[in-house]
């Protein structure tokens, strides 16, 4: 399966709202598998959403099976349509960085607990209820399937954007 | 003569300031790259480095600069980077960041960054802060560094509680490791 290159700020389409996927046929079927050939093809990738690709569809994968930051993660996750159902009430702040914005990197408050309502792979509706790494990693995702990047989430410019240059 | 430079400018706050300093190199034709500028109470410091469109020497830039420093009354200095300080230097290990805070009192950041220095533990950013108001103050200092691979940050952190003791102050080590979602 090939991998898709990834868009990178300031391409418009990661500023966009997606739209709704209306109907599973091959077209997203590919669409989803490309997508997770190409988070796996990234040895750091734990999540990709659909902009990020290229496509206006509200679709995201993940997995953070492995990270060490992941408490009994649920493996491989296809968010079709996602929708945010609750956010736990405790944040904790974390830096995150991302593929899309390649130099840069930003303290980012996330709720730590999050419940979801989405379509999976096959179109049935799931109701997931994500904790720690992975709720953080669903918010990123979900983020930018509202056209938002990290960037749009830091408080503070002075202390919480920091340049990435030297990771490289 | 140089092609990219890094620039400091020191005055009283005001106004202008940021909007002087790079109105000033916009009309000269240069890039702004990286840049840390913040106020010091009643200071305004601005750190910068910039790329000119040709080479150019400090007098040039010197001559350029005087107006503005006469007008906001500024202390500026500026120093041309050379082709291998301009390259990005090479992380020196893991990005964590130390957070201290506590009743002030004189040593806090001596004591910390010495104990860091001595174990070649390179400091890129420091902030710290001093409450301004009555009664005993509150000192907290924020900075991050890189720990080499070859330290534990688990054994840092106990020396650093220990130091932190002494101080009377608290001590906390995070990693600050971005993840790339």
């Known amino acids: 399966m090939a991998v898709l290159p990834i868009r990178k700020f300031p391409d418009p389409l990661l500023k966009s709202p997606t739209r709704n996927v209306l109907k599973l046929d091959d077209q997203i079927k590919r669409l989803i598998q490309a997508m997770i050939a190409t988070m796996r093809h990234y040895p750091h990738c734990v999540g990709l959403a659909a902009p990020q690709v290229g496509s206006e569809y509200r679709i995201a994968v993940m997995d953070v099976s492995g990270h060490p930051k992941a408490e009994k993660p649920h493996g491989l996750l296809v968010l079709i349509n996602p929708i945010v159902m609750e956010y736990g009430p405790r944040e904790k702040v974390g830096r995150e960085g991302c593929m899309s914005v390649p130099d840069f990197t930003g303290n980012v408050p996330r709720a730590m607990k999050l419940r979801l309502r989405a379509f999976d792979q096959t179109g049935s509706p799931q109701d997931w209820t994500l904790r720690g790494f992975e709720a953080v990693v669903a918010q990123h995702e979900i983020d930018h399937l509202d056209g938002l990047l990290f960037l749009d989430r830091v408080e503070r410019v002075g202390s919480d954007v920091f340049r990435r240059k030297t990771y490289r | ?181």
């Open chain 2, 1 to 181: 003569m140089a092609r990219r430079w890094i620039v400091t400018a020191l005055g009283k706050d005001r106004p202008g300031i940021v909007a002087g300093v790079t109105g000033l190199l916009y009309k000269l034709g240069c890039n702004l790259e990286d840049s840390a500028m913040t106020r010091l109470e009643g200071e305004f410091a601005i750190m910068l480095i910039f790329s000119t469109p040709q080479r150019a020497t400090a007098a040039s830039l010197a001559q350029a600069f005087a107006p503005l420093q006469r007008r906001l009354k500024l202390v500026i200095h500026l120093k041309p980077l050379t082709k291998p300080e301009s390259k990005t230097p090479k992380p020196r290990g893991r990005r964590h960041t130390i957070s201290v805070y506590g009743a002030d009192r004189p040593g806090i950041v001596f004591r910390i960054a010495s104990f860091l220095a001595r174990r070649k533990v390179n400091i890129t950013d420091v902030h710290t802060h001093r409450s301004a108001g009555r009664g005993p103050s509150l000192y907290s200092l924020l900075l991050e560094l890189e720990l080499p691979r070859s330290r534990s940050a688990d054994a840092l952190e106990a020396q650093l509680e220990r130091i932190a003791q002494r101080l009377g102050v608290h001590v906390s080590l995070t990693s600050a490791e971005p993840d790339v979602l």
